[in-house]
């Protein structure tokens, strides 16, 4: 499974945009790129998924550009309640599909 | 909402003493998970179910075991519990559209005395 590097923690406030880049320079041809957020005391849960280019979805856009070796994660106009440990995860279909979690990337919006 | 319950969701208990997790889901997702996640870290995989009884393990696997005798349920068996099992356990099944897109359940803390 490919190897991802996040920032540790970032600061921003409520109404700005917020971008989260990973690092995945050995990510894999069948690799598919995976963003989960998590809160204090819960499961993480599932935001964006993509493969290359942009996708977007209700929550929040990813940015792939097209080595694949990095990927942005966009939250648009945050809230306090987006403060969070956000985690990138690269991986295909291995056989196994497992989850290999970092440990992300810690979100705080001040007002 | 998955549909994914854990229990107990508290549990306090001794070293030595045997502990059984358990995950349940309402409907029949075949792939369910067992995750730790310790503080400042992310979740690891303990062991995976793709269907009833079968199994595999995950990167922490010792001491732990797990079985699966029905689709809507996943145990996870601590033999012999000790203080390095303290922890936050995770359960979580595949569902969703996107490829390998996973639901957690609320989480078991449990702490090892």
């Known amino acids: 499974l490919a190897k991802t590097t996040q920032p540790i923690s970032m600061d921003s406030y409520e109404g700005q945009e917020v971008n989260i880049t990973c690092s995945h320079n050995?990510?894999?041809?069948?690799?598919?790129i995976t963003w989960y957020q998590q809160f204090p005391s819960q499961g993480p849960r599932f935001i964006i998924q993509?493969?290359?280019t942009k996708v977007t979805n209700e929550v929040a856009s990813l940015f792939i550009p097209a080595d694949r070796k990095s990927s942005t994660l966009s939250l648009p106009r945050v809230s306090l309640s987006d403060t969070a440990v956000y985690y990138c995860l690269v991986g295909g279909d291995t056989g196994r599909r497992a989850l290999t979690f970092g440990s992300g990337t810690r979100l705080q919006v001040q007002p | 909402d998955a549909g994914i319950t854990q229990s107990p969701r508290h549990k306090v208990t001794e070293t030595g003493t045997p502990v059984t997790l358990r995950c349940h889901q309402t409907e029949n997702h075949r792939y369910m998970y067992w995750y730790r996640q310790d503080p400042g870290h992310g979740l690891r995989l303990i062991h995976y179910?793709?269907?009833?009884?079968?199994?595999d393990k995950g990167e922490v696997s010792d001491g732990y075991s797990v079985s699966r005798s029905k689709t809507e349920d996943f145990l996870l068996t601590l033999e012999s519990a000790t203080s390095s099992q303290t922890s936050v356990y995770f359960c979580?099944?595949?569902?969703?559209?996107?490829?390998?897109?996973?639901?957690f359940g609320p989480g078991t803390r449990l702490t090892v005395l």
């Open positions: 179910s793709y269907g009833v009884k079968d199994t």
């Open positions: 050995n990510i894999a041809t069948n690799d598919y």
């Open positions: 979580a099944i595949e569902a969703g559209d996107s490829y390998n897109e996973q639901f």
């Open positions: 993509g493969y290359k």
